[in-house]
């Protein structure tokens, strides 16, 4: 497994475009590098390709960078970001991913796209959430360029912006969800196209990002989790690594914002 990864050289919460934002609650700089270096050391400890890309300046948002784009097969979707104070973070994935050798690939200008942060893979099918930052045209474009079936998923509550944070898919099929995200269509459209449900609307998952996780073989990993929770995964065979990033969640983010899969 290799994810790629943004050190939080220039982290800070300097505007605010989701609900979780508040400049007045400002990001402690030395404790977001300890909380990042962390997560890379639970990472590499598990066998994880951790790569590096350097923050820039102007970029405070960059550190998510899942939100970059999203990777099928060799393709690099670059994303299209909605917030204006974002948009160049797609410039410099380009550069650094397309010196990897990695095939990028546009949307038209304006469609709006956010990458892994509003893409789920669960099992062989794909999910695609939109509402908040990525358009449903968009979705249907994506579809086309990759050529595969994208499940839409409509996001109905602000909490829930990007949709990897209220769905975590699981290669097997498995899917930890928080229901409360999405329309009724859109619940029965998970239920239908995955293969076993953890629902949750537990408060300690919603506050502690819980469904923002990163599956490493069978450790799940997270900011924070409620025991019920945790004994669903147990029960079904995984241990949940809990690793505080709290820093990040100032800017609305967790362990899953933090780490784009390669
Ligand atoms: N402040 C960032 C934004 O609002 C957080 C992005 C979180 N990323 C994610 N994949 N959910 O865009």
Redesign the pocket.
Known sequence: MKVLMCPPSHYEVVYE??VW?DKDNQVDIDRAHQQYKNLVDVYRSLGVEVMEIDQSQDLP?MV?S??YGFLDGDIFVLSNFF?EQ?RREAGLAMDYLGGKGYKIKQLPNGMVF?G??DMVKCGDKLFCGYGY?TQLDSIKELGALLGKEIVPIKLVDPRW??L??CFFGFADGKAFIASEAFDKDSLKAIYDNCDSIIETNEPEDIAGFAC?SVAVGNKVICYRMSDKSKKAFSAEGFEVVEVDVSEFLK???SV??LTLDL
């Open positions: 475009i989701n934002m948002d998510y899942a939100n917030n974002r956010e892994q942060g930052r912006y990007h990897d944070t923002n800017g609305g983010g899953r914002c």
